[in-house]
C-alpha cells in the first residue's frame, strides 16, 4: 500500500515537471525584469497614460504655485500704494527690494513648471525684471530727495509702480494660460478614459476657483476642446463629465462666445434631443443651457441657434422633468426652462403647449422637487408664464393659485445657509409676483381671500424677519396686497393695513415698511 502511494506520487510530480505550461507559469513568477515592457506597434503601452497623467499633476500643480505667489505679491502691491501715497520712503524703499525678490522668485517657479517656456514668456519675465529695476531707481531718486531735503517725486514712482502691476499681470496670465494649454492638449490628443477623466477633473476644479481661470481656458481653445470630445461617439463614456465641465466653465461671457463660434448649441440640442441617451447624459445638457442662457451673467447675450431650436429643446426639457427621478436632473432641466422664458416671449407658448404647468406644479408634490433651489425655478416659470393671456387659465385649472400661496408661506429664518435664505426670498418674490397677475377677476381675487392669502402678504410686508429684508419681497407683496384688494373687498385687512398698505402711492407705502419697527402693528 505505501509503495503504490509513493509510486502515484512520483507519477503526478514527474507530470507537472514536464507539462511544459505548467513549468512556465512556475518559473515566470520569480522572473523579472525591472525594464521590460510590452510592445504593440512599436509604442510602449502605457506611455500615453503615463505621459498625460503627469502633465494633468504637474499642469495642476504649477498652476496652483503661480495663482498662491501671485496673490502674495498682489497684496505687495498694495501695500506700497499705500506706503508711496503717505511718503514713507524707507519702508517703501524695503518693501521694493521685498517685491523684486519675490517676483524673481515666482519667475524661477514658472520655469520650473514651465520646462520650456516659450519665447513670448521669457520676453515678458524680462520685461518685468526692467520694470522692477526702474521702479529701484525711482524710489532710490524719492529716497534722495528726502535726504537733500527736497519735495520727493510721487508720482513717477506711483506710475512706475502701475506699470510694474501691468508686466506682472500680464505675466501670470500669460504664464497660467501656457500650463492650461497643456490641458487642452491632453483633452485633444488622449483617448484612455483614466487621462480625460483626470483632466476633465482639473477642468472642473479650476473653474470652481474663480471666473479668471474660466476665462483663461476658454481663450485657450478649452471650449473647442470640450466640444470637440461631446462630438466623438467613441468618447460617450465620457461624455457627463465634459458636459458638466463645459457648465461649469461657460459661467462667463468668453465661454458662450465660444460656445456660439464653434456651433455648440446644435451639438448640445443633438445629444439633448437624442433619446436614445441616458438621463444622466441629457441632464448635463440641461445644466450647460441653464448656465449658457443665465440672465445673471455679465453681458449676456442671445445665443445664436437657441431660439430657432427653441420648441425641441424646450420639449426636451419639460420630457426630463416629467419622467426624471432624480432632484438634480429636474433642478438643471428646470432652471434651463426658467432662463429660456426669460429670452423669447415665444417660449411660454411653447411650454403650454406640452403642458409644462401640470408637469412642474405636480412636480412640487413630490421629492424630485422638494428643495427651495427647485421651487424658485418653477416659480419662476409660473411668475413669467401666467403674464400670457393664454397660459393663465391652465396654470389655475393645474393648480397655480394654490402651489403660489403655498410657496408663498416658506421662512427665512427656518433656513441658515446664505444660499437657502436668498433662495427662500426668491421664491417669496416670484410667488407674490404671480399671485398679482393671476389676479385680474374677482373670482381670483376671491379664493386667495377665502385662502387666506392677504394675512400672509400683510405679514411680509411689516414684519422684516418674515422677508429677510428684502425689499424686492416687499414690492411684490404690495402689488399683490393692492391687486387683491381692488378686486374684491374683504374684511380681513384692518384699517390700519388699508391706509398704509393699500391706500396710500406704493413708495409711500414701502417707505412706511422699510422705515418703521416690527412692532408697529
Given at each position: 500500500m505505501l509503495r503504490h502511494s509513493v509510486k502515484k506520487t512520483y507519477r503526478t510530480r514527474e507530470k507537472f515537471i514536464f507539462d511544459p505550461t505548467q513549468r512556465w507559469l512556475s518559473d515566470i513568477r520569480w522572473s523579472t525584469e525591472a525594464e521590460c515592457m510590452s510592445v504593440l506597434q512599436g509604442k510602449s503601452l502605457l506611455t500615453e497614460m503615463d505621459k498625460y497623467s503627469l502633465n494633468a499633476a504637474?499642469?495642476?500643480?504649477?498652476?496652483?504655485?503661480?495663482?498662491?505667489?501671485?496673490?502674495?505679491?498682489?497684496?505687495?502691491?498694495?501695500?506700497?500704494?499705500?506706503?508711496?501715497?503717505?511718503e514713507k520712503w524707507p519702508t517703501v524703499q524695503s518693501l521694493v527690494i521685498q517685491l523684486t525678490c519675490h517676483i524673481r522668485s515666482l519667475i524661477q517657479e514658472c520655469n520650473l513648471c514651465l520646462p520650456d517656456p516659450?519665447?513670448?514668456?521669457?520676453?515678458?519675465?524680462?520685461?518685468?525684471?526692467?520694470?522692477?529695476?526702474?521702479?529701484?531707481?525711482?524710489?532710490?531718486?524719492?529716497?534722495?530727495?528726502?535726504?537733500?531735503?527736497?519735495?520727493?517725486?510721487?508720482?513717477?514712482?506711483?506710475?512706475?509702480?502701475?506699470?510694474?502691476?501691468?508686466?506682472?499681470?500680464r505675466l501670470v496670465d500669460l504664464a497660467l494660460g501656457h500650463l492650461l494649454q497643456k490641458v487642452v492638449e491632453t483633452l485633444d490628443e488622449a483617448n484612455?478614459?483614466?487621462?480625460?477623466?483626470?483632466?476633465?477633473?482639473?477642468?472642473?476644479?479650476?473653474?470652481?476657483?474663480?471666473?479668471?481661470?474660466?476665462?483663461?481656458?476658454?481663450?485657450?481653445?478649452?471650449?473647442?476642446?470640450?466640444?470637440?470630445?461631446c462630438r466623438t461617439e467613441s468618447l460617450s463614456f465620457i461624455h457627463p463629465q465634459t458636459l458638466r465641465a463645459l457648465a461649469t466653465i461657460c459661467c462667463v461671457a468668453e465661454g458662450i462666445f465660444e460656445i456660439e463660434k464653434e456651433g455648440g448649441v446644435e451639438c448640445l440640442m443633438d445629444i439633448l434631443c437624442d433619446y436614445s441617451n441616458g438621463e444622466k447624459v441629457r441632464g448635463e445638457v440641461a445644466g450647460v443651457f441653464a448656465q449658457v442662457t443665465s440672465p445673471c451673467l455679465e453681458n449676456f447675450q442671445q445665443l445664436s441657434g437657441l431660439v430657432e431650436n427653441i420648441d425641441?429643446?424646450?420639449?426636451?426639457?419639460?420630457?426630463?422633468?416629467?419622467?426624471?427621478?432624480?432632484?438634480?436632473?429636474?433642478?438643471?432641466?428646470?432652471?434651463?426652462?426658467?432662463?429660456?422664458?426669460?429670452?423669447?416671449?415665444?417660449?411660454?407658448?411653447i411650454l403650454l403647449k406640452y403642458d409644462a404647468p401640470r408637469v412642474l406644479i405636480q412636480s412640487c408634490g413630490t421629492s424630485v422637487a422638494q428643495s427651495l433651489f427647485a421651487k424658485d425655478q418653477v416659480a419662476t416659470?409660473?411668475?413669467?408664464?401666467?403674464?400670457?393671456?393664454?397660459?393663465?387659465?391652465?396654470?389655475?385649472?393645474?393648480?397655480?393659485?394654490?402651489?403660489?400661496?403655498?410657496?408663498?408661506?416658506?421662512?427665512?429664518?427656518?433656513?441658515?445657509?446664505?444660499?437657502?435664505?436668498?433662495?427662500?426670498?426668491?421664491?417669496?418674490?416670484?410667488?407674490?409676483?404671480?399671485?398679482?397677475?393671476?389676479?385680474r377677476e374677482e373670482e381670483i381675487a376671491q379664493i386667495i381671500v377665502e385662502m387666506e392669502g392677504i394675512p400672509r402678504l400683510v405679514e411680509l410686508c411689516r414684519i422684516k424677519g418674515e422677508r429677510n429684508n428684502s425689499d424686492a419681497v416687499l414690492v411684490a407683496c404690495l402689488a399683490a396686497l393692492r391687486k387683491v384688494s381692488a378686486l374684491y373687498k374683504t374684511e380681513n385687512i384692518i384699517d390700519i393695513d388699508f391706509k398704509q398698505l393699500i391706500q396710500p402711492r406704493l413708495m409711500d407705502s414701502f417707505l412706511i415698511c422699510t422705515n418703521t419697527d416690527e412692532n408697529f402693528v
Open positions: 504637474v499642469v495642476k500643480n504649477g498652476i496652483d504655485t503661480i495663482r498662491d505667489d501671485s496673490h502674495h505679491i498682489s497684496n505687495e502691491f498694495t501695500k506700497l500704494f499705500k506706503y508711496v501715497e503717505a516659450p519665447s513670448y514668456i521669457l520676453e515678458q519675465q524680462e520685461t518685468v525684471m526692467g520694470e522692477c529695476a526702474k521702479l529701484a531707481q525711482q524710489v532710490e531718486r524719492s529716497s534722495s530727495s528726502v535726504k537733500e531735503d527736497r519735495t520727493p517725486p510721487k508720482i513717477p514712482v506711483t506710475n512706475q509702480l502701475t506699470f510694474l502691476g501691468q508686466a506682472f499681470s484612455n478614459p483614466v487621462t480625460l477623466s483626470s483632466a476633465l477633473g482639473t477642468v472642473v476644479s479650476l473653474g470652481l476657483e474663480g471666473e479668471h481661470m474660466c476665462y483663461i481656458f476658454a481663450r485657450e481653445g478649452g471650449v473647442r476642446a470640450l466640444l470637440d470630445i425641441e429643446i424646450l420639449r426636451a426639457l419639460i420630457g426630463l422633468c416629467a419622467n426624471t427621478l432624480s432632484h438634480e436632473v429636474f433642478l438643471l432641466s428646470s432652471a434651463a426652462i426658467a432662463n429660456i422664458t426669460f429670452m423669447d416671449s415665444m417660449a411660454c407658448d416659470v409660473l411668475a413669467n408664464m401666467v403674464a400670457v393671456d393664454n397660459c393663465r387659465q391652465c396654470i389655475i385649472n393645474s393648480g397655480g393659485l394654490d402651489l403660489c400661496l403655498q410657496l408663498l408661506q416658506e421662512r427665512p429664518l427656518s433656513y441658515k445657509s446664505p444660499s437657502e435664505i436668498a433662495a427662500c426670498e426668491r421664491v417669496q418674490q416670484k410667488s407674490a409676483i404671480a399671485l398679482a397677475r393671476l389676479c
